[in-house]
């Protein structure tokens, strides 16, 4: 886990369950607030699966996470952007990302949104293996090199 | 004979699975480059991994294919991420 330096970014890695959202009604100048969490789907690969268990180059991982934070404020005009990522076991069902982005107007905070999360899936070293009912663990084959946000999956996206 | 040193590679996802262990000591002659060890990985890999792109880190940082290594380092060789 690493604490950032930048008030404008919050960025961690965590073995723990995320914790439940709370309500903050104090941000009076920021009309948006947008709350992605991304959750482990039941199937990898078209094989059903019962959990995925994430991986990360310890110490670099947790650095590109904060880079890529904190290039997203450098590039869209939000206020700040919080993003937990956890690690080791993950539910089918559960949460595995949590990304929320506050701003003055919506335009700017989806935007900034949909960036950061396509940079995180090129730049950060996480890798995924999935867990299968019977036990078995494999890792899964599908990644995001490093071309960035616009070279994207051509046929789908994840 | 060429002097040789040790670096840990450390290996992730499919070189994980593949290579079947997290650490993995290899020689190299002095003044070898991340390139020279990336050669030595890539040969114990099945064609599929030996054939992805994969981004090079020195020891916690990014770092290009040219770098000189040094004794102890941990060089690691970063299949596409999968973070998300």
């Known amino acids: 886990m690493t604490a950032a330096t930048d008030p404008r970014v919050d960025t961690r890695i965590t073995e723990d369950p995320l914790p439940p959202l709370e309500p903050d009604d104090s941000r009076v100048k920021l009309g948006a607030e947008l709350l992605f969490h991304g959750r482990v789907r039941d199937e990898e690969e078209g094989r059903p699966i019962v959990a995925l268990e994430y991986e990360r180059y310890e110490?670099?991982?947790?650095?590109?996470?904060?880079?890529?934070?904190?290039?997203?404020?450098?590039?869209f005009p939000i206020d700040q952007l919080v993003c937990w990522h956890r690690i080791g076991r993950v539910g089918v069902g559960e949460a595995s990302l949590r990304v929320v982005v506050w701003s003055c107007h919506r335009v700017e905070g989806l935007e900034a949104m949909a960036w950061f999360i396509s940079s995180l899936k090129h730049r950060v070293p996480i890798w995924k293996w999935a867990v299968t009912a019977d036990g078995e663990r494999f890792p899964s084959t599908c990644g995001h090199d490093e071309n960035g946000p616009e070279g994207d999956h051509g046929t789908h996206a994840h | 004979m060429a002097e040789m040193i040790t670096v840990t590679l450390v290996c992730f996802?499919?070189?994980r699975h593949h290579i079947g262990?997290?650490?993995?000591?290899?020689?190299?002659?002095?003044?070898?480059?991340?390139g020279d060890a990336e050669a030595d990985l890539r040969s114990r890999l099945p064609e599929h991994v030996r054939a992805l792109p994969m981004r090079v880190a020195v020891n916690q940082e990014f770092a290009e294919r040219s770098a000189v290594l040094q004794a102890g380092d941990e060089v690691v060789f970063m299949p596409p991420m999968q973070g998300g």
Do not use: C, F, N, Y
Not at chain 1, 59 to 75: C, F, H, Q, S
Not at chain 2, 21 to 34: V, Y
């Open chain 2, 21 to 34: 262990s997290h650490l993995l000591p290899i020689e190299l002659p002095l003044g070898s480059t991340a």
């Open chain 1, 59 to 75: 110490g670099l991982a947790e650095k590109e996470l904060e880079r890529v934070a904190l290039d997203t404020v450098e590039r």
């Open chain 2, 13 to 15: 996802s499919q070189v």
